[in-house]
Each structure stands twice: as C-alpha cells, then as structure tokens.
C-alpha cells in the first residue's frame, strides 16, 4: 500500500541541466497529474493524463515535458532548468477524472535552481 | 475560468477554540468541492468533499458543507487541537474544465497549547 511515491525529495540543479522528477502509484489510477506548489500561489497544474498514452498541458507547462508508458508511472521532465523552476512538486493519482473522487498526492520532490 | 478564494492566513488559535476557514468559488459547471490538509514536510491529503448542493463533507472533527447559492464551502471545526497546525487547501473539479482539480492559495493554521 505505497500510494503515491515521487523521487527525489530534494534536488538542486544548476541552470540549464536537464532532470527527470519520478512518480509512480500502486493503485492502478487512471488519472494522473503534477502540480508546482510555490508559496502564496497554492498549487497549480503542469501537465495531467486520463490513462496510458495520453498526456495534456495544466495552466503552467512551458518548460516541462511528460509521457504516460504505462498506467503505474507518470515522469515530469525538465529540459533545461530555470531559476523559475525553483518549486515543490507534487505528483497525484486519481481512480478516474470524474468530478467525486479524492486525489491521492505523493509526499513531493523540493527542487531548486542555481 | 474556474478559481477558488480563500482566506489567507496565517490563523493563529488556542487549543479548543472554534475554527473557521472561509472558501468561495467560481466555476463553470457543476463541481464537486473538497477540502485538502497539508502537514509540515508532508504532502497534501483528502480531507473531506462534497459532490453536491447541501451535502455535508465531514472528518476527524472537520464539517463543510456544499452551499450552491452562495458559491461557498467553509470549514469549520468546534475544538481545535495542536496537531490541526496545518496548512488547509479548499479545491474544485469541474466537469466543464475536464474534472481538473483547481485550488485555492491554502491558509495556514497554527494551534498554540
């Protein structure tokens, strides 16, 4: 019973490298989805996915890249990473995108820019 | 577009006094609303929801209730604890905006003994 778990917990990086934030869920989840949370702006969506193979863009996705090979696991990838992409990022699952159910968030990747 | 305002905080209480956390809504469908806790160093857990006018969501001593007419869900709960020190995030998912959770900016709770 892992629910959501998200690699790593901290990281910093330097301007310009490249990273791969993990997620992974054990509940067979359909839906999944990433969120930056900076402080005063609550949280706010990068990229989210209905099911395997199929990814969409959330209010904030420059900068981010996603892909959904399987159902269990839902990478966010940084291209070239910014000072503005200093953030805590949470990964959430959801059994379906419909309007009633919970998300289950993983406990966050702290990442920071240099 | 949809959004979700809450009150900011921080919230500073006693241990047992009543809390409060205002939250209004705007949204373009009919959305299910849910309120989401935050422990320090933690991520963020389901508190409770409702998914209809009226419903009451309820836990761990928490109540909201869904009131369409006045685009509101506010939490509340009668006697606060020191372990409640927490940050709160109020939230939606809209069908119209293809059932994507959309929060609030959170308010933190701190429960002094």
């Known amino acids: 019973n892992a629910g959501v778990t998200q690699t790593p917990k901290f990281q910093v990086l330097k301007t310009g490298q490249s990273m791969t934030l993990q997620c992974a869920q054990d509940m067979n989840h359909e839906y999944m989805s990433w969120y930056r949370q900076d402080p005063g702006m609550g949280l706010r969506l990068i990229h989210y996915?209905?099911?395997?193979?199929?990814?969409d863009q959330g209010e904030v996705p420059n900068g981010y890249n996603v892909s959904r090979s399987t159902t269990e696991d839902f990478p966010l990838r940084l291209l070239s990473a910014a000072p503005s992409q200093t953030s805590v990022y949470f990964c959430a699952s959801s059994l379906s995108s419909g309007t009633g159910n919970g998300y289950t968030f993983g406990s966050g990747t702290r990442l920071t820019v240099v | 577009g949809d959004s979700v305002t809450q009150m900011e905080g921080p919230v500073t209480l006693s241990e047992e006094a009543f809390l409060t956390i205002n939250c209004t809504y705007t949204a373009t469908g009919y959305p299910s609303l849910f309120w989401y806790v935050q422990y320090p160093g933690e991520g963020l857990q389901l508190l409770l929801k409702a998914t209809k006018a009226d419903d009451k969501g309820s836990n761990k001593g928490f109540e909201a209730t869904y009131r369409k007419e006045t685009t509101s869900f506010h939490l509340e709960k009668g006697s606060v604890q020191v372990s409640d020190s927490a940050v709160y995030f109020c939230?939606?998912?809209?069908?119209?905006?293809?059932?994507?959770?959309?929060f609030g900016g959170g308010t933190r709770v701190l429960v002094k003994p």
């Open positions: 996915s209905v099911g395997a193979g199929i990814t």
């Open positions: 939230a939606l998912s809209d069908r119209a905006a293809g059932n994507k959770l959309t």
